[in-house]
């Protein structure tokens, strides 16, 4: 192992010290085990699913430095699922046509079909109100309250599909049927659709609460609270995720920018430079990795430069760490004018790219101090 293999076992040891439940974490069995065969005594510790999620979220981790690559597995959501039924699939039920002209009489009509049907439930002929309900809604096809009671007779029946498909044309002839919002977020409830359960139960129960209604949301809404934490924990751990993997490519590209503005600078060499665009980029390089930069300007009629010219060739030798630059000032003329050189030779201290110092005339031994004095930080 690694130094940062066994620093990270080190923490792990830590937090089992501090909370000797995390050996009960499934995750964690083939170490429990390990110890076990040992001899190890281990605390029989009941954990929840809370503590499993927090578990999961502090527990060290011995992947790669690049585990964000690999994809985040969400664990399952414990839920209490007891009043669940299997999705009824049967061909959708009759619906009223709502272009149809209603008269009065069908009205009437339909009002007694209601009636016919509500006796029937009283007596537990389920299917025999369906039948007069669909009657009823045939003869007055854009009352809410007539799908909405053949919702909840569905709803008796456990089929909470149909009671879903009756309750949408309910809220679709009155936005505000608070029966039609009842028996859909129950029958919502049926299919372990928890948190569109608890939307329309909770629409419902503010238009007109009951008793039933406040029962089911008692059911639903622990349910509904466990899927919004479990979506929020893997959302942020996504997130935390992102950031990681962006944190690491900057620094992989700022890493990579070092590589190549280094490689730019030939340590121990002279470079020449031709061009002011040559002079920035070698300029940008040396500051981004904080290096001390010289200009020699020179010129080939020149008598002192050719004096100078090996002795600066030896110095970068001798300071591989320090950009050594040469700047034939009839060649570049125009690097020459934006630095106002007057006169050959001339050398430039540059650090962070701005002139910190300067040599004129053939003086070797002032050289030598200038670049040792400005180079001892580089």
């Known amino acids: 192992m690694d130094a940062n293999q066994v620093a990270e076992l080190r923490r792990f040891i830590q937090q089992l010290k501090l909370d000797p439940s995390l050996l009960h ?3 964690l069995t083939f170490f429990k085990d390990y110890l076990q065969s040992l001899g190890a005594q281990l605390p029989k510790i009941v954990k929840t699913e809370r503590d499993y999620e927090d578990t999961a979220e502090t527990k060290p981790s011995f992947s790669s430095e ?7 597995t969400e664990s399952d959501v414990e839920l209490d699922e007891s009043d669940v039924v299997e999705p009824d699939n049967e061909p959708p039920q009759q619906m009223g046509d709502p272009t149809a002209e209603v008269r009065d009489e069908d009205r009437d009509a339909a009002q007694s079909e209601k009636s016919k049907a509500m006796e029937a439930i009283s007596q537990g002929k389920f299917d025999e109100s369906i039948d007069h309900l669909t009657k009823a809604i045939m003869l007055n096809p854009t009352s809410a309250i007539l799908y909405a009671s053949r919702a909840t007779v569905f709803l008796t029946v456990k089929k909470p599909n149909a009671a879903i498909r009756d309750a949408d044309m309910a809220l679709q002839f009155n936005p505000d049927s608070a029966k039609g919002y009842k028996a859909r977020g129950m029958a919502r409830a049926m299919l372990g659709q928890w948190e569109e359960a608890a939307a329309d139960l909770h629409v419902a129960s503010k238009l007109d609460y009951d008793e039933e209604i406040g029962s089911a949301l008692k059911k639903v809404e622990p349910n509904a609270k466990r899927i919004e934490e479990h979506r929020r924990k893997y959302q942020r751990l996504r997130k935390e995720k992102e950031l990681r993997r962006a944190e690491r490519e900057r620094r992989e590209q700022q890493e990579a920018q070092e590589r190549e503005a280094l490689s730019a600078l030939k340590d121990g060499q002279v470079i020449s430079i031709h061009s002011t665009s040559e002079l920035e980029a070698k300029t940008k390089a040396a500051k981004k990795a904080s290096r001390l930069l010289i200009m020699y300007f020179t010129a080939t009629w020149c008598g002192p430069c ?3 010219s090996p002795v600066y060739t030896n110095l970068a030798t001798q300071h591989p760490r320090v950009v050594f630059l040469k700047v034939d000032i009839d060649e570049a003329n125009d690097v020459a004018a934006s630095w106002n050189i007057s006169s050959v030779p001339t050398f430039c201290f540059i650090r962070d790219g701005k002139q910190v110092d300067k040599v004129v005339g053939a003086d070797k031994g002032s050289l030598e101090k200038k ?5 001892s930080s580089s």
């Open 25 to 27: 974490d499934p995750s």
């Open 66 to 72: 690049h585990d964000d690559d690999d994809e985040i």
């Open 306 to 308: 050719r004096y100078m």
């Open 371 to 375: 670049i040792a004095q400005h180079s």
